[in-house]
């Protein structure tokens, strides 16, 4: 079975701080899928990347970064120069490679993050 | 703009019954899926389909039922079987079943059984 934790419940920063939100998974697949999504107050949940494990190389988009390592079996997100609109909860998720639909997507429970003004 | 549209985005049932929340989609994706969550939890997989008249249960199915009459719609039936029902219910859809792709998710459903 897999599983994915993402230990810090909630996290509250002053804005213009970086922030990182940390996954770690557990899989027995060789080959697997990885990814974030943000959940704003509104209630949708926004795809964020898809990072797939043959591909360790981190990844910058703007102010968000992600580090995956494998040897760690981490998938870690950060968040430069946090901004109020980044306050929301935050989902790490994971699927296998093979047949990796959406009935094999397992999310962890996600970290709330707050950014205060 | 396409999208995903769920309502009603609050719903108040009494004990004993059903009520059915709505799902549509105008991205022309083949597959949707019905996810609850839960205070401080994840997402957990009520049904899925990934094509019309076709649906699959998934994690969390029991007291729960789906039908697939049209590619955009995909209404969720909760029934009274469903012993724990207040939670906040989400609808997505994907491009296809295989995961390569995105989801893209509605704005929830909270149902708040009295």
């Known amino acids: 079975a897999q599983k994915v934790t993402q230990a810090q419940t909630e996290i509250s920063v002053v804005e213009k701080e970086d922030v990182t939100l940390d996954c770690v998974y557990e899989t027995r697949d060789t080959t697997y899928y990885l990814f974030w999504y943000k959940q704003p107050p509104s209630g949708e949940l926004v795809f964020l990347i898809r990072?797939?494990?043959?591909?360790?190389q981190n990844e910058i988009s703007g102010r968000y970064s992600w580090n995956f390592q494998k040897s760690t079996s981490s998938f870690n997100f950060t968040i430069t120069a946090s901004q109020v609109v980044d306050s929301a909860v935050y989902f790490c998720?994971?699927?296998?490679?093979?047949?990796?639909?959406?009935?094999?997507?397992?999310f962890g429970k996600g970290t709330h993050l707050i950014i205060q003004p | 703009d396409g999208g995903i549209t769920q309502s009603p985005k609050y719903l108040f049932r009494k004990e004993g019954q059903n009520v059915t929340l709505s799902c549509e989609q105008n991205?022309?994706?083949?597959?949707m899926y019905w996810y609850r969550q839960d205070p401080g939890q994840g997402l957990r997989l009520i049904y899925y389909s990934q094509i019309v008249n076709d649906f699959q249960k998934g994690d969390i199915a029991e007291g729960y039922s789906v039908s697939r009459e049209k590619k955009e719609s995909f209404p969720l039936t909760v029934t009274s079987a469903q012993k724990n029902p207040t939670a906040f219910y989400l609808c997505?859809?994907?491009?296809?079943?295989?995961?390569?792709?995105?989801?893209?998710f509605g704005e929830g459903s909270r149902l708040t059984v009295l």
């Open positions: 998720a994971l699927t296998p490679y093979s047949g990796g639909g959406a009935d094999g997507l397992t």
């Open positions: 991205l022309n994706h083949d597959a």
């Open positions: 997505a859809s994907s491009k296809g079943v295989n995961l390569a792709g995105e989801l893209f």
């Open positions: 990072r797939n494990s043959f591909d360790e």
